[in-house]
């Protein structure tokens, strides 16, 4: 049986001979009708405030899982970033060094086209220093006998056409630089 305050105010006893005073009572049954309501009230105002305090918590809660679904999706997008980005760097490493293999094997190539450019050019060089020479040869024992000529014809008295001697250019080397002295002799045959 559920006693209310109300029910606690209202209450009445039978009267007997010899029983307590009713005064006393009444008073008795009011002050604690009093402290009951008062209890009652207490507890609907903390169930009230359990209530809004259960609500709060419910939404805190919500808002925690959300936090933590944010955070986790946060972790997983910075992870996909960064082996994304690993994977680009990787890729950019790769490529640089397979450019800098292309350039470097240009650059051999380039190294050796211009080492076999250098001993071409020697090699023409000497065959150029060989044919000079041979011309300055040749030219050096014509004005010797051209010298023998004139000697010979000042003391003959006799006037000698100078033809010099040909000289045979040295095997597997062609001339290939004409001498102006040599066009000007060609162009006056």
Do not use: W
């Not at 009713?22 to 049954?29: N, P, S, Y």
């Not at 001339?175 to 162009?187: F, I």
Request: charged letters at 35%; proline letters at 3%.
């Amino acid at each position: 049986m559920k006693v209310t305050p109300l029910d606690l105010r209202q209450q009445r006893f039978n009267t007997v001979m010899r029983g307590y005073d009713r005064g006393e009572v009444t008073a008795f049954l009011t002050e604690v009708a009093d402290d009951y309501e008062n209890a009652l009230r207490e507890t609907d105002r903390l169930r009230q405030e359990v209530a809004k305090l259960e609500a709060v918590l419910a939404e805190h809660r919500g808002q925690e899982r959300n936090l933590r679904n944010t955070l986790l999706t946060a972790q997983k997008m910075a992870d996909e970033v960064k082996d994304q980005a690993g994977t680009e760097a990787d890729r950019i490493i790769k490529e640089a060094e397979s450019r800098a293999d292309l350039i470097v094997q240009k650059s051999q190539a380039r190294i050796e086209d211009v080492q076999r450019e250098i001993e071409g050019m020697k090699l023409r060089r000497r065959e150029v220093e060989t044919t000079v020479e041979s011309l300055v040869s040749s030219l050096q024992e014509t004005l010797a006998v051209i010298r023998e000529q004139e000697t010979r014809s000042k003391d003959e008295g006799v006037v000698l056409l100078h033809r010099p001697k040909q000289a045979e250019p040295p095997a597997a080397v062609t001339p290939s630089v004409s001498l102006p002295e040599e066009k000007a002799a060609q162009g006056k045959s």
